[in-house]
């Protein structure tokens, strides 16, 4: 007995460890990402920060991309091949604001060329590693790639600054990430009615609910903070004012972008209980997947570059 306690204390020992340090990896990326998007503040630097930042999201899509393809069975490198290409240039095009003509007749083609692979290789790719490869090289690049788009919000509308394009894409993942930390916490503590038993027993009504109110203190914290830095270093007072943005529309949009990113995370974990799995990749060992970690940011970016896009709309010429 004595013997398999040890032997279970250490798993549990080696699986923090193993957390540990997929933990500073994921953080060292995101700050060499924040210093790949501050860099733009630098015209010299700019081209160099540009495919930092793309590089990286892009292979956070192609990775996320080649999981949703391995969740449901796939299992044929070219079919990984083709979609990984195919995310690859799109977070490119994003990234460099290519126009590509004629894009629904792209898409279709893409879409066929996935189909005609299902038929000629129908033993190592079937008709749902086709449509998986298609919805994450298209619908989970498109939504990644958001984040890039949030950065670029100068292209969107010339009223909006570079300063505040960084705010809002630190927004969206503060949201994405600080809702999933701060509802698992107060879940914890005090939740007592269960959000989805079926799908994520863990998930409480009460973590929900606390997770989005402590998130939004927060985003109101860290926007006055960032403000004051803002005012400081680069001479802007009115920081989030410039483009018609009111600072009370912090509130609104992180309780939206909150409630957004929970159901990403719970429309993720019905995909993993479809198909009987209980992390997308071993690729984080502690985390999981680019997916498990990246799942509410697929539903919270999209949202919060549709709001913008509205917002840009009604912005005074």
Not at 59 to 69: D, F, H, P, Q, R
């Amino acid at each position: 007995m004595a013997n398999e306690k040890n032997k279970t204390e250490k798993k549990k020992f080696h699986f923090k460890g193993e957390r540990t340090r997929s933990t500073l990896i994921i953080s060292g990326v995101l700050i060499v990402y924040l210093l790949t998007l501050h860099l733009n503040f630098n015209a010299a630097l700019c081209s160099v920060a540009r495919v930092g930042f793309t590089a990286i999201t892009g292979l956070v899509c192609v990775c996320g991309t080649y999981e949703l393809i391995r969740a449901v069975g796939g299992k044929s490198k070219l079919l990984y091949t083709v979609a990984g290409l195919f995310s690859a240039g799109c977070t490119v095009t994003v990234a460099y604001h290519i126009a590509v003509p004629h894009v629904g007749v792209l898409l279709s083609f893409y879409a066929l060329l996935l189909l005609v692979l299902a038929v000629i290789f129908n033993q190592s790719i079937k008709y749902i590693d086709a449509v998986m490869a298609f919805f994450g090289s298209l619908g989970l690049t498109y939504a990644l790639t958001c984040a890039i788009r949030l950065n670029d919000l100068p292209y969107l509308n010339e009223r909006f600054t570079h300063l505040e394009g960084l705010y809002l894409f630190w927004l969206s993942f503060g949201c994405a990430w600080l809702t999933d930390v701060f509802a698992f916490l107060v879940g914890r503590k005090v939740g007592k009615h269960k959000m989805s038993p079926h799908i994520s027993p863990k998930k409480s009504w009460e973590g929900a609910i606390g997770g989005t109110v402590i998130t939004v203190g927060f985003n109101l914290g860290i926007l006055f903070v960032y403000s004051l830095i803002a005012k400081y270093a680069f001479g802007n007072a009115y920081f989030l004012m410039q483009s018609g943005i009111k600072y009370l529309y912090v509130i609104p949009v992180s309780i939206i972008l909150s409630v957004v990113g929970m159901f990403g995370d719970l429309a993720a974990s019905v995909l993993k209980r479809n198909v009987g799995i209980k992390d997308y990749s071993r690729l984080l060992p502690g985390h999981g997947g680019i997916m498990d970690r990246f799942d509410s940011c697929t539903f919270v970016l999209p949202t919060m570059y549709g709001i913008m896009v509205l917002v840009a709309d009604h912005l005074p010429a």
